[in-house]
């Protein structure tokens, strides 16, 4: 065997080890994957619904006399109401707003508190028109009465109580603040009265898809499942419910009378994601600049309600309402 076949041969043998060796090696692991939770990732600050109104000074004094809300901010057109220590109302002119108060009003807000009696005894004697009276029943998970507002949008006075199907609702409700009317303000409410949280309920047709929307693409965890209405807490004391409208106090409808708010430090995160997510249809081409108090965008849930994203600005107009979202 000469030099120079020698030197072949190895060479062959060395490659083919190689070979041996790579091929007998794992592959390195790829990436994993870690989807995308706009909840737990991005988070939420407060909740808010916005209800429209032909007559806007009209429902400010019904909810800040007649339920003692105090307007954590006033923008003229729209003023926010602040109802739990991180749970608003915003009354809008239909003029200004994205709907108009002939729209069907297909929502209905739970004013969630521990006085509920109470409030009973207040609210039957104001002039309230009144769609489910007062009549508690032993054993029932949750207690109420049903009010409507000067232009129909239905308030739910609830109180949750001790309950295996509020099992994990109740210590969470029990650490929440309750908050009364300002003692500035001028209002009938009896001292003692308030509210500690809200559930904004919409009312849909297909239950087992929007139930996988509002889980699986906006991250929403289930706190209370009443079977055929589902409860999601999106802020410390703001609460979604969605409700099967076979069941609930409203039927579908096309067009609605409300749009759902989350308030967000990430808005522009949030942007990113819903844009982008195929289940998300947008109203809203870019992030919109309601300068200067607040940045927004609007898009649309699977069955046509309309969601909005905001984040406010530190101005002079936002001063108190910053203040209360940052429990100062």
């Known amino acids: 065997m000469n030099d120079n076949f020698r030197v072949r041969l190895f060479s062959v043998i060395g490659c ?84 108009k108060s002939s729209e069907p009003k297909t929502v209905a807000i739970a ?75 001028t209002t009938t409410v009896p001292p003692g009265l308030g509210f500690k949280a809200t559930v904004v309920w919409f009312y849909y047709k297909d239950m087992a898809g929007i139930q996988r929307f509002y889980e699986e693409v906006m991250g929403f965890d289930l706190i209370v499942d009443q079977g055929w209405a589902k409860i999601y807490p999106i802020s410390p004391s703001g609460y979604f419910g969605l409700v099967d409208e076979q069941r609930g106090m409203h039927n579908f409808t096309e067009q609605k009378a409300v749009t759902m708010s989350f308030w967000t430090d990430r808005l522009d995160d949030w942007y990113a994601y819903a844009s982008t997510h195929e289940a998300i249809k947008m109203r809203s081409e870019k992030i919109e600049d309601g300068s200067p108090e607040y940045r927004a965008f609007v898009g649309y849930d699977p069955e046509g309600y309309y969601i909005e994203w905001d984040v406010f600005n530190d101005v002079p107009d936002n001063e108190e309402l910053l203040k209360i979202v940052k429990g100062q």
């Open 16 to 99: 083919m080890a190689l070979l041996i060796v790579s091929c007998s090696q794992p592959a390195p692991p790829e990436e994993d994957h870690v989807p995308v939770n706009p909840m737990n990732d991005f988070g939420m600050t407060a909740s808010n619904v916005f209800f429209y109104y032909t007559d806007l000074d009209r429902a400010t004094i019904f909810y800040t006399e007649t339920l003692g809300l105090n307007i954590a901010a006033d923008y003229g057109f729209a003023k926010i109401l602040q109802v739990a220590p991180t749970s608003f109302i915003t009354l809008v002119d239909e003029t200004k707003g994205m709907h």
């Open 111 to 185: 004013l969630v508190t521990d006085q509920l009696g109470e409030w009973w005894d207040y609210i039957e004697k104001q002039d309230v028109e009144i769609k489910f009276p007062y009549d508690p029943k032993e054993g029932r998970p949750h207690h109420g009465f049903v009010a409507i507002d000067p232009e129909g949008y239905l308030l739910e006075f609830e109180r949750f109580n001790i309950h295996e199907e509020n099992e994990k609702l109740m210590p969470v409700l029990d650490k929440t603040a309750t908050v009364y009317p300002p003692d500035d303000q």
